[in-house]
């Protein structure tokens, strides 16, 4: 046995190549040696984790602070954005159409009725029946006036009329409200009125002609009769009013 290790070896020597007797002696220690590395390669990990956990609970802290910082400064300047924006439409509109700015300040509680009270009155120069209107058109009309605020009738109020035009062909009729929309009434059958038409305001008590009031979103042209119906998509988001503008006589 002695004797045939030793050609093995020699054999292997001479052929510079690793003797299997080798590779078998080799094989369970390179695999001890993989073990133990990997054993204190954790460790080292572990301890370096224990070290290490005080500062990076600092930087944790220190984190949450920053992004907490940087979320109230978004929603700064988110607000910033939106008030220069609706300062200079509203400044524009008070240079197109003339009037006071005025500021909503209350809504029905129980909504039964289509109005909303402004922070304006007698005391700026307003008067029952004037318009109202936005950047955007028409609002409604002052239903009541007090010394320092007003009552504002919508137009999507069952008691709102106003003179209105479509202002593709020009034809006449008049908007009527009718809670979440306008339908605009009375219009000559020979109308060819088309869903996406744009609907003005006539010549009337509140309104110069051609504010904007809305956009057909249906056409009924009933039975028979002389007249047919638009229902019309308000121009303006009637349910998130801010400010607006009294078109003052």
Known sequence: MAAVIALVQINAAREHVESPLAQVVSSPVAVAQTVVSTVAGWGRSAISAVVALPGLEND???LHRNNAALTAENARLHELSAAYAAESGIRATVEAYGGVEARVVGFPPENEVR??????GAGSGI???DGVVTQDGAVGRIAAVGPVSSTVVLLTDFTSRVPAIVRRGRWWGIARGNLGSVRMEFVSQDAALRVGDVIVTGEGRSFHSGVPIGTVEAVDRGDATLYQTA???PSVDLGALDRVVVITR
Not at 115 to 120: A, E, L, N, P
């Open 115 to 120: 109005t909303v009270t402004i922070d304006r």
């Open 60 to 62: 944790n802290a220190r």
């Open 127 to 129: 008067r029952r029946d």
């Open 231 to 233: 229902v019309v998509k």
